[in-house]
DNA sequence: GCGCGAGTACGAAAGACTTCGTAAATAGGA
DNA sequence: TCCTATTTACGAAGTCTTTCGTACTCGCGC
């Protein structure tokens, strides 16, 4: 994973174009990659990834139209604790530093982000006053 | 995916112990690492990670001692670009959302991730008041 | 100076990943 | 029905990773 995760490199990509797309046939993955690959290496990464769990297929005419099973969240989940122990020393906090460095948010997306921190503030909030609110 | 980088699965173990300790010996590597591998395979890792030019060594006594030559920031950042594009589908704030609730930060850890994105803020504000200033 | 033990160098074996060639199957039209 | 184009199935070749065995080296103590 420089594997990020569970997935190998190749299946990541194979993967991220299926999560983009919701779902697609080989010719459309073929077509979602950035790097050419052929028609063939694409099919057999799907039914190598139809084996572990991660895709299932349904018959559409002729051809097979392929579904993620596991959720990107999920995957991106597992990748992040990997590289917060292994890159971030458990920092939450830097990672997030480089994060926005890497991708810069817009004024609205800062805002959401904002949220997500006043969420975190609001649950502890709530299991510290749980006490309270209880006596 | 695992890789999440420009590094294997196994190098980003190693490569691990080594940001974590700021440098060691082969010994030291081994110790740190979480599952028991053998010595010389330690001590092979460092040789290649040393071709690839992630470490260096310097003799001490008679063994080497390896330090990281790259930054650990910087390999996270390139893990983080490869997970934004692959699974969070370019949103930072989904990754922030993951990523709190992966490792759940304390109050004062969320309050410094706030002042990064304040900072975003001052940024964007400076940039956007340029030209005033110019004009 | 010599020997011993700690350490490094080399290379090969095993396994995993990636890629694709070729064969087989299938559906639709002539 | 039969042919053709599209698609899947199979499996093997090439490459990269990972692991470690074995041989060599070097420094320290006697």
Redesign the pocket.
């Known amino acids: 994973m420089t594997n990020p995760t569970d997935f190998?490199?190749?299946?990541l990509d194979i993967m991220g174009v299926l999560w983009r797309l919701g779902s697609g046939?080989?010719?459309d993955v073929q077509d979602g990659l950035d790097r050419p690959?052929?028609?063939?290496?694409v099919?057999?990464?799907l039914?190598?990834l139809e084996e572990k769990g991660a895709v299932r297929?349904e018959r559409q005419?002729?051809?097979?139209r392929y579904h993620p099973v596991t959720e990107a969240q999920e995957t991106g989940g597992n990748a992040l604790r990997r590289l917060l122990d292994t890159v971030f020393d458990g920092s939450a906090e830097m990672a997030l530093a480089r994060l926005v460095s890497e991708a810069p948010p817009d004024a609205r997306e800062i805002a959401r982000m904002r949220a997500i921190l006043d969420e975190l503030d609001a649950d502890a909030g709530e299991s510290e006053g749980d006490d309270e609110e209880e006596a």
Do not use: C, M, P
């Open positions: 190998t490199d190749r299946e046939t080989v010719a690959v052929g028609y063939t290496t099919l057999k990464q039914q190598i297929h005419g002729r051809a097979y």
